[in-house]
């Protein structure tokens, strides 16, 4: 069994992996200010908690788009990220780990060409031609992100993010909510409409992240819900350096 983490700007996220499986995951808040000791007390006792000993564990690998926090965590945690898949892009040293890990997940389980969407802090689309190389895509606020700035601007009220049954709303709540479900799914269809005519190919769309099971339901187009991709893609990754 492998430890796998991802390190986002909210949350991370721990993996219990067995092969590609995973047999139980951990969510603790992204802190930016604590050390390598801290975090390895933090981990210790999560696993603990969740029945779980850190000597059951052979390895670890990261992934980290949060720079405070990827040298601490990498020093708990032993092995960052590394990918073999072509990146087609400039300046691949930008892409985030979490993209990348993400694609090495969806390729061990999928036909490309793909599109993945991410929907955490942001919401992302990365596109995989037929033969898996990264070729880019889009990226757009966040779900979560976009209704904030809304209610903080406006002083319309916080609302949760759920559908209300019909896009047209008759009250000024399932007004907020309708909008920011419904639109951000228009969106994600309106994007795939575009990203799959500039590929000039259909693709398979893969949807990961908090808020796509808020969402994705209310697409037009097909796509798939997979929470494990990211997961699944790390210990791909931490298989292929052992070997």
Do not use: W
């Amino acid at each position: 069994m492998i430890l796998a983490v991802d390190a986002g700007n909210s949350n991370i996220v721990l993996g219990c992996m067995e092969g590609l499986e995973i047999r139980h995951t951990l969510r603790l808040k992204t802190d930016r200010a604590m050390s390598a000791a801290g975090y390895t007390v933090t981990l210790q006792a999560a696993l603990a908690q969740a029945g779980f000993s850190v000597a059951g564990f052979e390895g670890g690998i990261l992934s980290s788009v949060v720079a405070a926090v990827t040298e601490p965590l990498r020093q708990v945690v032993g092995k960052t990220a590394k990918t073999t898949l072509p990146l087609c892009i400039d300046q691949p040293e930008t892409i985030g780990a979490d993209l990348i890990a993400a694609a090495e997940g969806a390729l061990a389980q999928y036909a490309p060409p793909l599109v993945l969407i991410d929907m955490g802090t942001a919401t992302t689309f990365s596109v995989l031609d037929k033969s898996g190389a990264f070729l880019g895509g889009a990226i757009a606020p966040g779900v979560q992100l976009g209704a904030e700035a809304l209610t903080q601007r406006t002083g319309l009220p916080m609302t949760e993010l759920s559908a209300p049954q019909s896009p047209l709303s008759h009250s000024t709540t399932d007004c907020l909510r309708s909008g920011i479900i419904y639109g951000a799914a228009a969106m994600v269809d309106g994007v795939l409409d575009r990203l799959e005519t500039a590929l000039g190919t259909p693709v398979t769309t893969i949807a990961t992240g908090g808020l796509a099971r808020c969402v994705i339901p209310h697409c037009r187009r097909p796509v798939t819900l997979d929470d494990q991709l990211l997961l699944r893609g790390l210990a791909v990754m931490y298989r292929r350096e052992m070997t």
